[in-house]
Nanobody
Protein backbone atom coordinates (compact mmCIF):
# COMPACT_ATOMS: atom_id res chain seq x y z
CA UNK A 1 0.00 0.00 0.00
CA UNK A 2 1.41 3.35 -1.06
CA UNK A 3 1.66 5.88 1.72
CA UNK A 4 3.24 9.31 2.01
CA UNK A 5 3.48 10.91 5.44
CA UNK A 6 4.66 14.48 5.91
CA UNK A 7 5.73 16.09 9.16
CA UNK A 8 7.65 19.03 10.57
CA UNK A 9 5.31 21.91 9.93
CA UNK A 10 4.32 24.52 12.46
CA UNK A 11 3.98 28.19 13.27
CA UNK A 12 7.08 30.27 12.69
CA UNK A 13 7.85 33.97 12.56
CA UNK A 14 8.93 35.63 9.32
CA UNK A 15 12.61 35.00 8.77
CA UNK A 16 12.49 31.71 10.65
CA UNK A 17 13.23 28.18 9.52
CA UNK A 18 11.54 24.80 9.41
CA UNK A 19 12.57 21.39 8.17
CA UNK A 20 9.89 19.22 6.66
CA UNK A 21 10.18 15.44 6.41
CA UNK A 22 8.38 12.92 4.25
CA UNK A 23 8.52 9.16 4.59
CA UNK A 24 7.30 7.00 1.73
CA UNK A 25 6.21 3.39 1.84
CA UNK A 26 4.94 0.96 -0.73
CA UNK A 27 7.02 2.34 -3.59
CA UNK A 28 10.50 1.87 -5.00
CA UNK A 29 11.49 5.23 -3.53
CA UNK A 30 14.98 5.43 -5.01
CA UNK A 31 13.57 5.14 -8.53
CA UNK A 32 11.40 8.25 -8.42
CA UNK A 33 11.99 11.96 -8.71
CA UNK A 34 10.42 13.35 -5.56
CA UNK A 35 8.74 16.70 -5.20
CA UNK A 36 7.51 18.99 -2.50
CA UNK A 37 4.25 20.76 -3.28
CA UNK A 38 2.23 23.32 -1.39
CA UNK A 39 -1.32 24.59 -1.38
CA UNK A 40 -2.35 27.85 0.17
CA UNK A 41 -5.99 28.55 1.05
CA UNK A 42 -7.99 29.38 -2.05
CA UNK A 43 -5.12 28.57 -4.38
CA UNK A 44 -4.13 25.64 -6.53
CA UNK A 45 -1.49 23.21 -5.39
CA UNK A 46 1.91 24.21 -6.76
CA UNK A 47 5.20 22.41 -7.18
CA UNK A 48 7.92 23.95 -5.02
CA UNK A 49 10.99 21.76 -5.49
CA UNK A 50 12.07 18.47 -7.00
CA UNK A 51 14.98 16.10 -6.52
CA UNK A 52 15.82 13.35 -8.96
CA UNK A 53 16.90 9.87 -8.00
CA UNK A 54 20.47 11.01 -8.59
CA UNK A 55 20.14 14.15 -6.51
CA UNK A 56 19.56 16.81 -9.17
CA UNK A 57 17.44 19.58 -7.69
CA UNK A 58 15.15 22.23 -9.11
CA UNK A 59 13.16 24.98 -7.44
CA UNK A 60 10.38 27.38 -8.25
CA UNK A 61 11.74 30.92 -8.46
CA UNK A 62 9.94 32.10 -5.34
CA UNK A 63 11.92 29.74 -3.07
CA UNK A 64 15.32 29.67 -4.78
CA UNK A 65 18.09 30.42 -2.33
CA UNK A 66 15.81 29.86 0.67
CA UNK A 67 14.64 26.24 0.40
CA UNK A 68 16.74 23.11 0.02
CA UNK A 69 15.33 19.73 -0.97
CA UNK A 70 17.18 16.55 -0.12
CA UNK A 71 16.57 12.83 0.14
CA UNK A 72 17.82 9.72 1.89
CA UNK A 73 17.07 6.72 -0.30
CA UNK A 74 18.13 4.25 2.38
CA UNK A 75 15.40 5.60 4.65
CA UNK A 76 12.79 6.29 1.95
CA UNK A 77 12.70 9.90 3.08
CA UNK A 78 12.65 13.32 1.49
CA UNK A 79 13.27 16.62 3.26
CA UNK A 80 12.64 20.29 2.68
CA UNK A 81 14.78 22.74 4.61
CA UNK A 82 13.04 26.10 4.56
CA UNK A 83 14.95 29.22 5.62
CA UNK A 84 14.10 32.90 5.63
CA UNK A 85 10.42 32.05 5.62
CA UNK A 86 7.92 34.64 4.44
CA UNK A 87 4.19 35.00 5.13
CA UNK A 88 3.53 34.00 1.52
CA UNK A 89 5.09 30.60 2.25
CA UNK A 90 2.08 29.82 4.45
CA UNK A 91 0.46 26.69 3.04
CA UNK A 92 -0.06 23.01 3.54
CA UNK A 93 3.01 21.20 2.24
CA UNK A 94 2.92 17.78 0.60
CA UNK A 95 5.46 15.42 -0.85
CA UNK A 96 4.79 13.21 -3.82
CA UNK A 97 6.53 11.82 -6.84
CA UNK A 98 7.16 14.10 -9.79
CA UNK A 99 6.30 12.19 -12.93
CA UNK A 100 4.69 12.86 -16.33
CA UNK A 101 2.42 9.92 -15.52
CA UNK A 102 0.88 11.67 -12.55
CA UNK A 103 1.18 11.52 -8.79
CA UNK A 104 0.50 8.99 -6.09
CA UNK A 105 -2.28 9.23 -3.52
CA UNK A 106 -1.70 12.42 -1.55
CA UNK A 107 -0.84 12.29 2.11
CA UNK A 108 -2.37 14.53 4.75
CA UNK A 109 0.30 17.18 4.34
CA UNK A 110 1.87 19.34 7.01
CA UNK A 111 0.75 22.88 7.77
CA UNK A 112 3.27 25.71 7.66
CA UNK A 113 2.16 29.08 8.99
CA UNK A 114 4.48 32.07 8.80
CA UNK A 115 3.19 34.89 10.93
CA UNK A 116 4.30 37.32 13.56
Amino acid sequence: QVQLVESGGGLVQPGGSLRLSCVASGIDFSYYTMGWYRQAPGKQRELVATISSGGFTQYVDSVKGRFTISRDNAKNMAYLQMNTLKPEDTATYYCNIYSPNGTLKWGQGTQVTVSS
